[in-house]
């Protein structure tokens, strides 16, 4: 017999399986409809439907959203831009639920555990919030506390992921998001596991140690449960907040938020895959001057087989030579199936526009006088049609995360509008790679995380 507890659970997924299927569902089968009768559709107020249909659901289904926004050609485009106006900021849980789920998690004398512990969260998003607290020997602390019954959102979330994915589907079939759905779900029950994000914690301060520009916080192990994370607070300012300072300051930030990427993932196979302006802030210097970032957020972090990470260097270093069997080499052990010259050109379309200002030996912006707006919309456009006509091609599912990264990471640097010698700084991270080099780091640091 089931227990109360998974009783309550199904129910939680039930009900979440109505609302997403009737809301997301509605727009899938009006589209249907009209493909069907051969009537034109809007599919400007399409998207529009669709955008508030998830508006209204919150949770880890606005994630999911904003995730696929992210990743070039997953939707259409009218979909994609009004998915990236959507909100992650959940309404947050009042003091009475904040407390039930402080003693479910710590006990009924948890308020003893702290000096002090702020009413209203700092901070409110897709899975849980945040509330400053200060520890008894006076170090501040950042408490994130996961809304109650998650595990039954996202699974039934994920479950109607399907349907956003028929709708790109109906449409245009040039691309096949199988994988992208299976580790679009993976990554999201791992963020469930808080438990799991303080070995992230750990592993970030193991792979930068040595970097002052990056700050990681320390991890209350003793205040921390599977659904509760109590991390060191480390104060600053939001990174957009720089965005009209000197160019010395910029370039100051663009250059540590590349270290803070790409030196964990050529070294160590580890990327933080969530480019949320909101996961980092900015920290001063003795002077008052902005000295670096404070990585915030552990939730979403994938850790590559170290043969990826060649993969990445060998099709930079094709690209670099003009080596196309070294291209080639690389996409097979990223995982394309069914390659060919046609289809291998429509990749290197996107990859020179991602591989572009490495390849490019001087200083420049990330853009190079490209509008922001218009930023890798002429190549996705290219790379959808050419598809159409010689796809459909499989996106690997450690591609799905990797891609998305680096364009948030592009986003940072428009932002910023830094001017730097990307490709000098790619060459530095690269210098002594090997992938059994990266191996070995790689499991030095796992193991020093316990993971």
Same mark, same amino acid.
């Given at each position: ?309 060649? =993969?990445? %260097?060998? $099709?930079?270093?094709?690209? *670099?030579?003009?080596?196309?069997? +070294?291209?080639?080499? /690389?996409? #097979? ?76 990471? =592009?986003? %940072?640097? $428009?932002?910023?509008?830094? *001017?730097?010698?990307?490709?000098? +700084?790619?060459?530095? /991270?690269? #210098? ?20």
């Amino acid at each position: 017999m089931p227990t109360d507890l998974e009783k309550n659970r199904f129910s939680a997924r039930a009900k979440r399986y109505a609302r997403v299927g009737t809301n997301v569902g509605g727009v899938a089968a009006r589209m249907a409809g009209a493909r069907f009768f051969g009537v034109t559709l809007d599919r400007g107020k399409n998207a529009i439907a669709l955008a508030a249909a998830l508006g209204g659901l919150k949770g880890p289904i606005m994630k999911v959203a904003q995730l696929l926004a992210t990743i070039p050609d997953a939707l259409p485009q009218e979909y994609a831009a009004e998915l990236t106006k959507l909100q992650s900021q959940a309404p947050p849980m009042g003091w009475a639920f904040v407390k039930r789920r402080m003693v479910a998690e710590l006990g009924a004398d948890w308020q003893n555990k702290f000096a002090s512990f702020e009413h209203h969260p700092a901070a409110a998003a897709s899975l849980g919030q945040v509330h400053r607290a200060r520890a008894h020997d006076g170090e501040e602390l950042a408490c994130k506390l996961q809304y109650p019954d998650m595990q039954s959102a996202v699974e039934a979330d994920l479950q109607q992921l399907e349907w956003l994915f028929a709708i790109r589907k109906r449409f245009d079939p040039a691309i096949d998001t199988t994988e992208i759905g299976e580790e679009i779900g993976a990554r999201l029950r791992e963020e469930l596991d808080y438990h799991r994000e303080a070995k992230h914690v750990a592993l970030y301060r193991a792979m930068l140690a040595h970097e002052k520009q990056i700050r990681v916080p320390r991890v209350r192990l003793e205040l921390s449960t599977g659904r509760l994370l109590t991390l060191q607070w480390l104060q600053g300012r939001k990174l957009l907040e720089h965005k009209d300072d000197t160019l010395a300051h910029r370039n100051t930030l663009a250059t540590a938020m590349f270290t803070a990427w790409w030196f964990p993932f050529s070294r160590f196979g580890v990327i933080h895959g969530d480019p949320h302006l909101g996961n980092y802030t900015v920290f001063d210097d003795d002077g008052g001057e902005p000295a670096g970032i404070n990585l915030l957020d552990y939730g979403c972090i994938r850790i590559f087989p170290p043969t990826f990470v060649g =993969g990445v %260097v060998d $099709l930079y270093r094709g690209l *670099e030579r003009g080596d196309d069997e +070294l291209v080639v080499h /690389a996409y #097979e052990t990223w995982g394309f199936k069914r390659l060919n010259r046609e289809l291998i050109e429509i990749l290197n379309i996107w990859a020179r526009f991602i591989y572009g200002p490495l390849l490019d030996n001087r200083v420049r912006t990330i853009a190079d006088g490209i509008k922001p707006s218009e930023y890798g919309r002429r190549e996705a456009f290219r790379v959808s049609q050419a598809l159409k006509q010689k796809g459909p091609v499989r996106v690997p599912r450690e591609f799905v995360f990797m891609d998305r990264a680096a364009i948030g990471l =592009g986003a %940072v640097f $428009l932002h910023l509008a830094a *001017e730097l010698n990307f490709h000098k +700084l790619f060459n530095e /991270a690269i #210098e002594d790679f090997t992938v059994a080099k990266v191996a070995a780091r790689q499991a030095d640091a796992l193991t020093q995380a316990g993971l």
